[in-house]
């Protein structure tokens, strides 16, 4: 049973660095989304994807920010010149798009620690 | 402005009790409710969930229940066991997933 897998699991940058994050979702799912998830929050909604097109995305994704899903099967999360505010859980979960009664599976995140 | 509110931060319940946890919501046109439970330095795990046709919807020892004049939402576990020590998310499906920020419930042994 392959999940929702991300990679890397951790990651430390210094401030103003550029960190890229990947997500691989359950295969046949068509939606791919991106969350952010700080200390004693839930996951915020980032951005989404049906296939390879990006459909939507939060005001909280500024222009640092950027988001592909080439040839609509894996995903990677940009971030330039991180700030310490950057630092949180980012989440990616995968759909098969069924419209209302749609369940989102989840990966494991990946850590960011921006020093 | 938070649209799904979970107003208890944690809660802590004797092993073989009820848990219950609570979820209110504000936007009427909200339809499809899903539970998540996270556990430690994993993502969040699909529990259970409830569309809107319905007011009820049981799975093994998580029921959730739904009030929609209310727009209110509740999780039983029973009987509750340590390993649901987890917290627990409240979400609402519209386009995309909003999350509350959940409730830490301890099921002491």
């Known amino acids: 049973d392959t999940g929702v897998s991300q990679d890397p699991r951790h990651k430390i940058t210094k401030r103003g660095q550029n960190v890229t994050f990947r997500c691989d979702p359950i295969?046949?799912?068509?939606?791919l989304y991106w969350y952010r998830q700080t200390l004693g929050q839930g996951p915020e909604f980032l951005t989404y994807f049906q296939n390879e097109a990006q459909l939507e995305k939060s005001r909280l994704l500024s222009d640092r920010f950027s988001a592909e899903r080439p040839k609509g099967s894996f995903s990677t999360l940009e971030i330039q010149r991180t700030e310490q505010g950057d630092s949180a859980m980012y989440l990616c979960?995968?759909?098969?798009?069924?419209?209302?009664?749609?369940?989102?599976?989840f990966g494991p995140g990946t850590r960011l620690t921006v020093l | 402005d938070q649209q799904v509110k979970q107003n208890s931060p944690s809660l802590s319940v004797q092993e073989g009790r009820i848990s219950i946890l609570n979820c209110d919501y504000t936007n009427s046109m909200f339809d499809y409710f899903l539970w998540y439970k996270k556990y430690p330095a994993e993502g969040p795990t699909f529990l259970i969930s409830?569309?809107?046709?319905?007011d009820k919807n049981e799975d093994g020892r998580f029921t959730v229940f739904l009030n929609k004049s209310a727009k209110h939402l509740s999780l039983h576990i029973v009987p509750s066991q340590p390993g649901d020590s987890a917290v627990y998310f409240c979400a609402v499906s519209y386009d995309k997933v909003i999350f509350g920020p959940g409730t830490s419930l301890s099921v002491i042994p």
């Open positions: 295969s046949e799912h068509n939606r």
């Open positions: 409830i569309s809107s046709i319905k």
């Open positions: 979960a995968s759909s098969p798009g069924q419209g209302m009664a749609d369940t989102q599976y």
